[in-house]
């Protein structure tokens, strides 16, 4: 069930509907038939994938973070919970990678080519697992206490808004946020749908519209050749961020309407002014949880600290302890590559180029400390330049992240100095593309109204624009559904595609 159709819309009023109903210390119990009914819709192996894991990590929970077992026994369990996960994790997000493997083990088992393993992944199986191996995690370094009860915890692990794409959350965040007294509030139903109709229009008529560009150009780089390149990696950009970022408002906004407040994921993150600002601003939090439970944890190891002392006698006190940070963030970008598909495209486009662009502006940094002056860091012009720069940085991998594979995005380098082997021409009208540009400005203005320098600021909220004005609230609520409704791609006879982030 996608998160942009009517039948999600009539799902989510059912579950208000039955959720305020409820007493108000049982309403977060209404959740579970909920989230239940939800996985079920995606499939009955769906619903056994999720359920398997919060079982096996409400148990592994348990006995990490029980302090009568010796360290070695907690260490143990953890490791076996998080060895199980992330293979049933591998099983299933690489099944299709390994096709000789996937054909015998189909044979073997005498299933077709759509595995049972293939229903899990559009779930987005990555964003739970990883999100339920962090409270395994939190119970064995004694950052929280063990849930006993294991309803509680269902509701954690299974909370439908964010099965799909995320946001990443954190147990004592989340549960906390469960144990609320929640009731009605018609301030919170006005922001929910104002959230949720903000993500149907970045969806429905920006993203779905640059997808046709996207589809047309990395489709045919022979003929789609010169500035057809450009529009297509800037189309991309463009889909990418407001399929992905549409879908966190939609998943914020159906929280809302629950009283449960989720984190934001997304910050202006065009606006950055260098990749490492960008990627504090783009998916912040499975870029806290990586930083949280592979980046420091891989620093503060004995390996990593034995290796900055040998570098240290190596190269000196100043360059040496650089070299395990140096090391950790290899492996950091590698998984988050990794992560991201397990092939190389995303291994190099989301992974290893980014932490080349940081390692080598961390290492130039004298210089730039000494050009600084020089270029007037400070003035306006000189931080658009940053901004552009960083850019064009990001768009160089997102071509590796969307080309079917690295020669491919090699190829798709290459046609921006060739000529075309063909007639180039993309299926969208002259109507659609003023309604693309039109809707990226809207997108661009509310962006920057957002837009904080400092990227540990919290944004500037639009919708609290419309605190005391509920006359405003309400035409914006009014003129986003009649915009969605009037511009949107959807309807019979066309399938909106789904979220790109809920097959990772």
């Known amino acids: 069930m996608s998160l942009v159709s009517f039948e999600f819309l009539l799902f989510i009023a059912a579950v208000v509907i039955v959720y305020y109903i409820c007493p108000v210390k049982f309403r ?122 294991f309803f509680r915890y269902l509701i954690f692990g299974s909370y439908f808004p964010y099965l799909t794409s995320g946001p990443m959350n954190r147990y004592a965040d989340l549960s906390a946020e469960f144990d609320r007294e929640h009731r009605f509030s018609l301030d919170n139903f006005k922001t929910g ?36 390149v450009v529009l297509g990696v800037a189309a991309f950009a463009i889909q990418l961020y407001t399929d992905f970022s549409g879908c966190m408002d939609v998943v914020i906004g159906v929280s809302q309407l629950l009283d449960i407040r989720m984190p934001e994921n997304f910050n202006s993150p065009y606006f950055a002014r260098s990749i490492r600002e960008y990627w504090r601003r783009w998916h912040i939090t499975l870029g806290d949880y990586l930083a949280d439970y592979l980046y420091y944890p891989l620093l503060k190891s004995s390996l990593f600290v034995k290796i900055g002392d040998v570098s240290k006698k190596a190269f000196g006190k100043k360059k040496g302890k650089k070299v395990p940070i140096y090391l950790a963030m290899v492996i950091l970008w590698t998984a988050i590559g990794y992560w991201h598909g397990g092939v190389w495209k995303y291994i190099i486009g989301s992974g290893l180029l980014h932490c080349f662009y940081i390692v080598s502006g961390m290492l130039c940094e004298p210089l730039f400390e000494k050009i600084r002056p020089i270029l007037k860091s400070d003035k306006l012009p000189y931080q658009l330049f940053q901004v552009l720069r960083t850019f064009v940085l990001v768009l160089l991998g997102f071509v590796f992240f969307r080309a079917a594979n690295v020669s491919d995005a090699i190829q798709m380098l290459k046609a921006l100095f ?35 320098p400092k990227d540990t600021d919290e944004p500037r909220s639009v919708i609290a624009l419309t605190n005391g004005r509920p006359v405003l609230a309400w035409l914006i609520i009014v003129l986003l559904i009649a915009a969605v409704l009037v511009f949107g791609m959807y309807g019979l006879g066309y399938n909106a595609s789904s979220f790109i982030y809920a097959s990772i």
């Open 28 to 149: 977060k119990f209404a959740l579970i038939p909920a989230n239940i009914a939800f996985c079920c819709f995606a499939g009955i192996y769906t619903l056994a994938f999720v359920l398997l894991s919060v079982i096996t990590t409400f148990t592994g929970g348990l006995l990490a973070g029980k302090k009568t077992i010796k360290s070695g026994g907690r260490n143990a369990a953890a490791a076996v919970t998080i060895i199980l996960n992330f293979g049933l994790l591998c099983a299933v997000k690489f099944y299709g990678v390994m096709d000789i493997f996937a054909e015998r083990l189909n044979m073997l088992l005498g299933v077709s080519s759509e595995s049972w393993l293939a229903f899990a992944v559009p779930l987005g199986m990555s964003f739970y697992t990883l999100q339920l191996i962090g409270y395994v995690l939190d119970c064995l370094w004694e950052k929280i206490k063990p849930e006993k009860n």
């Open 193 to 228: 749908i104002i959230r949720i109709a903000w993500g149907f229009f970045k969806k429905l008529i920006i993203a779905e519209r640059a997808g046709v560009i996207v589809k047309a150009v990395y489709g045919d780089h022979a003929v789609y050749t010169g500035w057809y």
């Open 418 to 452: 060739m000529r075309s082997a063909g007639e180039a021409a993309i299926d969208l009208t002259l109507a659609n593309y003023i309604v693309l540009g039109a809707a990226v400005l809207i997108l661009t203005a509310v962006d920057l109204y957002k837009f904080r």
